[in-house]
């Protein structure tokens, strides 16, 4: 009997550890989880706008004018005219820039060499045409300082000789030079009531920059002793434009010619200067003698005498002939040391 209630104690208090046991396990597990975190949201701040501040200027006080040791108080600007008395005349003598050396004051010409007709193997004669209306021909026509007015000068002076004809035979004055380039024009003769009641002839005076071509005649030949091809100037001489008295253009004419050798001395002193082609320091003598010019043959030496425009009307054959002719020129001297 006593060990029966023992037993049932025993069962009991077992049974009571168990659930003990089971409880605290179960603790131990919820421990473990981690806690849920909840989404807390904060309020956004409101932002308020200062107020403006209200500034108040600074001022400055006024910087003290600087003593000069000069009282003017009344000093006024002059309401009268300006006056010439005061002002004394400078007589510096002017200079056409800052500097400009005559490098070819007295400068003269070298002369050419003395040829014997017994060297010379080939030879032929042309004319050829200078237009200063070319670009590469702007250095003949320098406004102010044409070659045309350099050579009237010359005429003028009694430095250069004026020929009428092309074999320099006869000499012309300054005067006939002169009158060969006027030419003729009608003016209206108008009376005190401003009606035109007749015509008349004048006499207009020469410009010499209306003179826009030259022509020049050449020998070409060559030299079996020197073993060279020599071109040499023998003559020159200016085309005008000729026109009746109603103003129609009636042909190119020649007033007058010049002898080459006896316009070197002027051409040498003649400085001339061409910025676009890079001439400097050259004289109008080393233009013709090294030939930086442009020019269309326009006569070729023949038993008629007749130039390219009389053989060929047309403008367009006359450059084709003029061409052929350089050609024939250049294979010469080509061919001239070929073997």
């Keep these: 009997m006593k060990k029966g209630i023992v037993l049932s104690l025993l069962l009991v208090v077992a049974i009571g550890f168990t659930f003990d046991s089971i409880a605290q396990t179960k603790k131990k597990h919820k421990s473990k989880k981690k806690p849920k975190t ?5 309020a956004t701040p409101e932002v308020t706008t200062p107020a403006p501040v209200e500034t108040t200027p600074v001022v400055m006080d006024p910087v003290p004018a600087e003593d000069t040791g000069v009282s003017t108080p ?38 050419f060499a003395h040829e014997d007709k017994n ?25 102010g300082e044409t070659m045309m007015q350099l050579i009237m000068d010359g ?26 380039f006027r030419d003729s024009s009608i003016v209206p003769i108008i009376d005190s009531t401003g009606e035109q009641t007749g015509t008349r002839t004048v006499l207009n005076e020469f410009n010499p920059d209306s003179v826009t071509k030259y022509e020049i005649k050449e020998e070409i030949y060559f030299d079996k002793v020197r073993g060279r091809v020599v071109t040499q100037i023998i003559g020159i001489a200016p085309i005008q434009r000729k026109k009746n008295s109603l103003g129609v253009v009636i042909g190119d004419v020649h007033p007058f010619y010049l002898y080459f050798d006896q316009c070197r001395k002027i051409f040498a002193s003649k400085e001339v200067v061409d910025p676009q082609r890079d001439i400097y320091n050259i004289s109008l003598d080393d233009v ?4 930086t010019f442009k020019s269309v043959i326009v ?17 367009a054959r006359q450059l084709k002939e003029s061409a052929r002719i350089e050609r024939e020129i250049q294979r010469y001297k080509r061919n001239l040391w070929k073997y």
């Design 119 to 143: 060297n010379i193997k080939f030879y032929k004669r042309l004319w050829r045409e200078i237009s200063t209306t070319d670009s590469q021909n702007k250095i003949f026509a320098i406004p």
């Design 38 to 42: 909840e989404k807390t949201t904060e």
């Design 299 to 315: 006569k070729e030496s023949n038993p008629a005498d007749l130039r390219i425009k009389d053989k060929y009307p047309d403008e």
């Design 155 to 180: 005429i003028k002076k009694g430095k250069l000789i004026a020929y009428s004809d092309e074999a320099f035979k006869n000499k012309l004055t300054y005067s006939k030079v002169i009158a060969k």
């Design 288 to 291: 013709f003698i090294q030939r």
């Design 74 to 111: 009344d000093l006024v600007a002059a309401n009268d005219s300006f006056n010439f008395d005061n002002i004394v005349l400078d007589s510096t003598a002017p200079i056409d820039g800052f500097y400009k050396a005559s490098t070819l004051k007295g400068a003269r010409p070298f002369p």
